[in-house]
C-alpha cells in the first residue's frame, strides 16, 4: 500500500515562494506516475505537474511552466513541486498524488493514491 505526505504548504506574497514536499512509503511498482494536482472548492482538480517515474519524462500545465519545477529525491522516497512567482490564482489545495500507468502517458485516471493535502494560499 503505497502512503503519500504532504508537507510545505503555507501562506506568502504574490512573487514569493514556496516548496512542496511528498514523502512516499510502499512499493514502487505501484507508483509509475507521480504528480502534483490542485484545487480550489467549487472547481475541479487539476493536474499541475507530474512525471513519469521510469522515463523521467515531465509534464506541467500551461498556467505554471516556467515557475513551478516537479522534482525527486529517490534516496528519500521523496517527491518536491518548487513553486516560485505564486500568483493569487495558484492559491489552492495541493494535493500528492500517485499511481501506475497502463498506456505510454500517464492520465488522470492512473491516480489512485492520494495524500491528505496541504494548503497554499497566495495574497496579492
Known amino acids: 500500500q503505497v502512503q503519500l505526505v504532504e508537507s510545505g504548504g503555507g501562506s506568502v506574497q504574490a512573487g514569493g515562494s514556496l516548496r512542496l514536499s511528498c514523502a512516499a512509503s510502499?512499493?514502487?511498482?505501484?507508483?509509475?506516475?507521480m504528480g502534483w494536482f490542485r484545487q480550489v472548492p467549487g472547481k475541479e482538480r487539476e493536474r499541475v505537474a507530474s512525471?513519469?517515474?521510469?522515463?523521467?519524462?515531465?509534464y506541467y500545465i500551461d498556467s505554471v511552466k516556467g515557475r513551478f519545477t516537479i522534482s525527486r529525491d529517490n534516496a528519500k522516497n521523496t517527491m518536491y513541486l518548487q513553486m516560485d512567482g505564486l500568483k493569487p490564482e495558484d492559491s489552492a489545495m495541493y494535493y500528492c498524488?500517485?499511481?501506475?500507468?497502463?498506456?505510454?502517458?500517464?492520465?488522470?485516471?492512473?491516480?489512485?493514491?492520494w495524500g491528505q493535502g496541504t494548503q497554499v494560499t497566495v495574497s496579492s
Open positions: 510502499g512499493t514502487s511498482y505501484s507508483t509509475s506516475c
Open positions: 512525471f513519469i517515474t521510469t522515463t523521467g519524462s515531465t
Open positions: 498524488a500517485a499511481g501506475r500507468r497502463v498506456i505510454l502517458l500517464c492520465r488522470d485516471m492512473d491516480y489512485n493514491y
